[in-house]
């Protein structure tokens, strides 16, 4: 990247676009990148403060595997940025650690920006070969098999031209014994062929499954804050892309390495028959090679814009099939129909200039191609011409030629093209994995051997952030402290937004505390491990989504080994069992996307079902019952009543006849527990809670 222009508005925000593309370009986290724009810009405003707007600048790059360079330079007089006290400065220091470079060196102030990469081609390879080398036995044999195939395909031209040779001189048992020799070869390179195959072929597929696993195993340890922020598109088409590409990738650059080392045998038989004629050859081959290299470069920067927008179009179309229902009631299919043929368009616009500049370059190639052909055949017919070769001799070169000019540049080109597009899928799949652009959910190692059921917050805060570093982070909650005894029922109460919701995401660790402590029992919930957190409690949301299973399929994840008397138990104490009963295919009725099959009220019933049947000690209801009729929730009611004494609840409710009758109800203001005590206490003395209750009723 080279920019350059004076300090207007334009010449500013055009020099952040260069920027933001070639970080597009690099594989820059999204973060990173926003922290670099911001430096950027903030910079050039403060020294066309001080120095003018018609001052001078450049900005070039340069990089390395680990990080990118970037170094701003402007004439005049020496000048620290720093110095101007910015407090964007400052809080991007502050808050990001990062502090580009400033120099003063020979009339030009210089402020270095350097931007981590998190990838490089010998990790990328490292990665994919942790995968292959578990199949190591079985590829090493494939790799072998390819090889025989290659050496025959060596010696089938040459017993070829023996063929020709013997027919000139009428040797026609000499003819004959070659043939029988091309027989014999052939079934030895068909055989080879087929093992090399089939092994390639099995390999294969035993990576795209061990990828696809760890890869979805990866994406459920990701953050939640980091998946609702990347959206779903991203990590469908890495699962489905970028796995495949992966796994039949050293398959593939073996499998295209040996041909190539094919074309170089054939390339030293041709120096054995003629050096002369051979340098000709490889000086056309090196022309062609040239641009294929150029070209590819080219092509893996643009590759990993497209993908990028790729992955933006297929989040807004997952979006779309989910909120189909929405789109329809809202009337607004033509506004999302406009949205979505943006981002089509970018998609498209994108690929289509990933396509026309490799054109570009082939189209050159292929020039470069055909005039050396001309020239070979033309330096093959002077030869004969003289006497310098026999016809024989020539046809030989001729026919080593065929196979090696446009083909050997063909299969270096699909090479060179393939380790580009396996180093970026590579690079994707490992950034989900192992990487800082994806940051994993983090527990402890404490495994407690008996369930604590009672739940403390000690001088809790917490603040949702944003990815974009220009966004301020939203204070949710404050110093908030509170205790769930166990085996009671604690209502959590209060106007919507806030914090009700980010209570039971703290409590779960779908988020995690920015200061405070969360206590589980006697342990901070930070100490405990997954299983001590996850397996003990369980949630039930306002919106419960259901998988496109069965509802005997749906069930079965939190039970396993659950018994059609269980299920049905089940279902009959949270009044669903005459519902499912009355379906087509009754507990084996699909149930459909996100539950889509369902009523709002069948889905919570089901949910609460799913919530009992995992018989977990802690059971967080976020507005559970809000979709029931008054009957049907007062049988739910007396169900947790029923299970009160050996659980812990705690219950989120805007209907209020759902927590009278719990033993504490705290009452949550601006992140705060404003009051807590009973009901009949509450009405008493706190006004904010008698002011809910009475709007209820």
């Known amino acids: 990247m080279r920019y350059s222009g004076t300090l207007t508005d334009t010449d500013i925000g055009a020099a952040v676009a260069s920027f933001s593309h070639f970080a597009g370009q690099k594989g820059i986290e999204d973060r990173d990148r926003i922290v670099t724009e911001l430096f950027m810009e903030e910079i050039l405003l403060i020294y066309r403060e001080k120095l003018g707007e018609d001052k001078a600048f450049t900005i070039t790059s340069s990089g390395s595997s680990e990080s990118i360079r970037l170094k701003l330079e ?98 026609f048992e000499q003819a004959i014994f070659a043939a029988l020799a091309i027989f014999a070869v052939n079934i030895v390179a068909n055989t080879s062929l087929y093992l090399c195959n089939t092994r390639y072929n099995m390999v294969y597929g035993s990576i795209l499954s061990d990828i696809e696993n760890d890869l979805a195993k990866a994406s ?71 641009l294929e290299l150029i070209r590819t470069r080219r092509m893996f920067e643009d590759d990993r814009i497209y993908r990028n ?39 498209n616009k994108n690929h289509m200039h990933l396509l026309i500049r490799g054109w570009k ?57 393939f380790l580009k597009s396996f180093d970026l899928s590579t690079e994707r799949i490992n950034a989900i994995i192992s990487t800082p652009e994806f940051p994993k959910e983090r527990f402890g190692n404490v495994h407690p051997d008996r369930v604590c059921r009672n739940i403390r917050f000690n001088n809790v805060s917490f603040a949702y952030e944003f990815s974009d570093p220009r966004i301020k982070p939203v204070k949710v909650i404050r110093n908030m402290s509170f205790e769930v005894p166990a085996g009671s029922m604690v209502a959590l109460v209060g106007k919507s937004g ?64 659950l018994t059609d008397t269980e299920m049905r138990e089940i279902c009959k104490k949270v009044c669903m069992h005459e519902d499912i009963e009355a379906m087509p295919n009754q507990y084996d009725s699909l149930v459909g996307e996100g539950g889509v099959n369902l009523s709002g009220g069948q889905r919570q019933r089901l949910a609460i079902a799913r919530c009992l049947l995992s018989d977990s000690p802690i059971i967080l209801l976020d507005e559970a019952t809000s979709a029931l ?12 009543n029923n299970i009160r004494a050996d659980k812990t609840i705690l219950v989120i409710a805007h209907r209020f006849s759902t927590v009278v009758g719990a033993d ?23 006004p904010s809670y008698r002011e809910l209750y009475e709007g209820e009723n």
């Not at 933006?312 to 406009?338: P, Q, W, Y």
């Not at 065929?402 to 050997?408: D, I, N, S, W």
């Not at 009729?629 to 947790?640: A, P």
Request: glycine share 6%; with cysteine.
């Open 361 to 417: 370059y082939k189209l050159v190639r292929w020039g470069v191609g055909d005039l050396g052909r001309l020239a070979f055949t033309c330096l093959l017919a002077v030869l004969i011409w003289t006497g310098y070769f026999a016809p024989a001799i020539a046809l030989v070169l001729y026919n080593y030629y065929q196979q090696l000019g446009t083909p050997a540049v063909l299969i270096l080109g699909q090479l060179l093209e």
């Open 220 to 290: 459920l340890k990701i953050k939640n804050t980091c998946i609702e922020d990347k959206g779903g598109g991203l990590f469908i088409q890495r699962l489905t892309v970028d796995t495949d590409i992966l796994a039949t990738g050293f398959n593939t650059i073996v499998d295209q390495m040996s041909q190539i080392f094919n074309y170089v045998g054939i390339l030293v038989a041709m120096f054995v028959l003629s050096p002369a004629v051979s340098a000709v050859v490889f000086a056309i081959l090196a022309c062609q090679i040239a």
């Open 74 to 171: 402007i004439g005049g007089e020496l000048l620290d940025p720093y110095s101007a006290q910015s407090e964007i400065l400052k809080g991007l220091e502050n808050k990001h650690g990062i502090k580009p470079e400033w120099t003063y060196i020979s009339g030009r102030n210089q402020v270095v920006f350097t931007v981590p990469v998190y990838h490089s081609t010998l990790k990328n390879l490292r990665f994919a070969w942790s995968y292959v080398s578990r199949y190591k036995k079985m590829f090493f044999f494939a790799v072998i098999c390819q090889w025989v195939n290659i050496a025959t395909s060596i010696v089938v031209p040459i017993l070829a031209a023996r063929v020709i040779v013997a027919y000139t001189a009428s040797a």
């Open 664 to 686: 504490k109800i705290m009452v949550m203001e601006n992140g705060r527990i404003l009051d807590e005590g009973t009901h009949d206490v509450l009405m008493e003395r706190c």
């Open 309 to 347: 927008s790729r992955e933006r179009l297929s989040g807004f179309i997952s979006e779309m099939i989910h909120g189909i229902t929405d789109v329809k009631t809202l009337n607004s299919e033509e506004a999302f129909c406009s949205k979505l043929q943006q981002r089509i368009d970018d998609s």
């Open 498 to 561: 806030c914090g009700k919701t980010t209570v039971f995401k703290l409590i779960s660790k779908l988020i995690e505390t920015k200061s405070g402590t969360i206590f589980l029992g006697d342990d901070d919930i930070n100490t405990l491990d997954k299983d001590s957190i996850r397996g003990n409690i369980a949630v039930v949301s306002q919106n419960p989504y259901f998988f496109h299973m069965t509802i005997r399929e749906n069930l079965s994840i939190v039970k396993p080994e």
């Open 629 to 640: 009729d008054n009957v049907t929730q007062m049988k739910i009611q007396e169900t947790l």
